[in-house]
């Protein structure tokens, strides 16, 4: 692990501890920084805002989700594609039992619904051009992407709302039958 990983655990690590003290709004960025013994800076190099550090790990999976889907082959059925490519992504299955709780205790449905959004966006923009790069036209594209991202974050939505504990195998099983629900559509 390079010394940016671990600069960037050890922020997210004391982040959330100073969240569930503290309360997601009172908690001090430069506090933060000082216990892991970096500058303010430093922080903002690696979280853009205190909300990434609660929501980093889907910016993450969803740039690995792209990559891993770049290396499946473009003839295999496009749900097996985005489940193997999704369930590659390396994971700590506690770290985001724990994020996915303190997200639901600590902020508002209708903050993290816009989060969510904002990278079911992004989801289906990587893999409308994964498809149309596979042959598929610009519609086609275009529908299928959204179709997928949006199984994807509604298994998550659902995962994240109900009440704890939050068991990644559900997270993972919630998505099978997302994807099972939308593939007559694809």
């Known amino acids: 692990m390079s010394k940016s990983e671990r600069t960037r655990n050890a922020l997210r690590e004391v982040a959330l501890r100073h969240f569930v003290a503290d309360g997601f709004e009172s908690a001090s960025v430069p506090a933060i920084a000082a216990e892991v013994g970096v500058t303010e800076r430093t922080f903002y190099r690696h979280f853009a805002t205190k ?7 889907v910016a993450d999976r ?3 989700f792209a990559a891993a889907m770049r290396e499946r082959p473009a003839d295999e059925d496009l749900v097996r594609s985005v ?31 816009r989060v ?6 992004a989801m289906a923009a990587e893999l409308r051009v994964i498809l149309r790069e596979r042959g598929a036209g ?12 949006g199984a994807v974050f509604a298994a998550l939505a659902v995962w994240t709302e109900a009440a704890g504990p939050h068991d990644v195998r559900r997270l993972g099983a919630l998505t ?8 007559p559509a694809l």
């Open 51 to 57: 909300d990434e550090v609660l929501f980093g790990d």
């Open 62 to 64: 969803v740039a690995w």
């Open 83 to 113: 489940l193997v490519a999704l369930g590659s992504a390396p994971t700590d299955p506690q770290l985001l039992a724990e994020i996915a709780r303190l997200r639901t205790e600590l902020l508002s449905p209708a903050r993290i619904e």
């Open 116 to 121: 969510f959004r904002d990278r079911q966006g």
């Open 138 to 149: 610009d519609l086609d594209a275009a529908v299928r992407a959204e179709v997928l991202a």
């Open 176 to 183: 099978q039958q997302a994807m099972e629900q939308v593939r």
